[in-house]
């Protein structure tokens, strides 16, 4: 983007920028609290994903930070390594490998992956999102924010802590979600529509206003409620500015001789990377305006991101699908939101963080199941089913793989299937059978024309086919139109016209190259 246009759309990106920050700030602490890291290394990553990554991307939309589906390697990870600092050069390297896989062309990765599995997992991801959120609106804060695994670190699951979150009801929690829920819904559907005002100011921005207004009330006993210091954000606030940079790690280098490093490294690429690559396909598939994100330079963006995250003490990024979402559904328009945001972390970290820590996670949970909603609107449901089985199916095992396990399992989930109907459909097509004809010897002649790719796949109803036609026959195998078969059917045609004979079967073959 040319920096003279750089703020053509400042009125849309800064509200929009404001919203993702709200809604990155509990998700960065909450996965630097699962990964089992410093909190502060949650933010300098949602930093790092912001500015750095948002000014080296090509995504307009797309938003970077710490991500929840690395967490569990980053725990083990840290654990394996022994220190902070080891697991830091680890995440240097991973960003000179996606560097290497930028510049090696390696996104092409990204366009393999079926749209019905890339909306599958949209919906999965808005439900899962609702439904992780239903315990903060509670005010059961024991769930960790970010853990979108069904199978969660503290050792619930996802209906688990719903459940337990009954049991710890809390009425202040309630009652700030319930009309934080009714603000947005109203902003939405009626307030946006009667003025430009309510256009240019964002609902979540009035409701994180409101939640941090009504913790006041509480704070005061104008309201016989109360929130716990676990029921509102809690970022580490520093003394003065030396207080805030000594909370910055340095990788420690020496360690580069340690084989579990490079292993720790290696799979965080791998993992970062494919994260990364959904997440571009998913958020350019959201974004109004249809815009194709470069996915090498994307790679390129996250592995400098990586590299600087890790040389300062931050958590490994990778493009995430909640943030981007909610960047494009709060009127985004340009990157600028995306840098914008890291601005307001860096910022706020520095300045206002005990003022943010007054914010309720209950109004950040309310913004965050509207952008739930979003995602997985009924409609979608509909529209898919009536696309046939071939569509549904993928897109229902992705939303169900999701939600009962993770993001990459419940992917890898809607990808088998999707393959199936893929073989299915190949299976089906490897021939067809011209019109029967009889000569004038009485003799019927079949006429089986193969496809233009026949794999070892289709051996099988090719043989079917050739079994079926009857004593007597002549039988025509056309394979002029096929630009490769599989020696598998090569030396099953080859069998056949030896076998024909005890049949009494004319066999002619054209286009057909006999293996020697």
Known sequence: MEVKNIFQELKNDLPASIVVFFVAVPLCLGIALVSGAPLFAGIIAGIVGGIVVGIASGSALGVSGPAAGLAVIVLSAITTLGSWPAFLLAVVLAGVFQLILGFAKAGFIAYFFPSSVIKGMLTGIGLLIILKQIPHTLGYEKDVEGDLSYFQTDGETTLSA????????????????????????????????????????????????????????????????????????????????????????????????????????????????????????????????????????????????????GLIGGLPVTQVIVRSSANISFGGKTKLSTILHGVLLLLSAITIAGLLNRIPLASLAAILIMVGYKLAKPALFKQMYQLGGEQFVPFAATIVGILATDLLKGITIGMLFGIFYTLRHSYRNAYYMKDVMTTEEGRVVHHLVLAEEVSFFNKASIMQALEAIPANSKVIIDCAKSKSIAYDVVELIKNYKSNAKLKNISVETIGFVEPT
């Open 162 to 309: 719903i459940a337990s979150a009954f049991d710890a009801f809390t009425p202040g929690a309630v009652l700030i979600a319930v009309i934080s829920l009714a603000i947005l819904i109203l902003w939405d559907t009626v307030f946006t529509k009667k003025h430009k005002l309510f256009q240019l100011i964002q609902g979540p921005i009035v409701v994180v206003i409101f939640g941090m207004a009504m913790n006041t009330i509480y704070q005061h006993g104008l309201l016989n409620f109360s929130l716990t210091a676990d029921q509102v954000v809690n970022i580490p606030v520093p003394e003065n500015l030396a207080g805030f940079f000594g909370q910055f790690t340095f990788p420690e280098f020496s360690a580069i001789s340690n084989i579990e490093v490079w292993k720790t490294a290696f799979v965080m690429t791998i993992v970062a990377s494919l994260e990364t690559l959904l997440c571009v396909e998913a958020t350019d598939k959201l974004d109004p305006y249809k815009r194709v994100t470069p996915t090498n330079r994307e790679l390129k963006a996250q592995g400098l991101g990586n590299i600087v995250s």
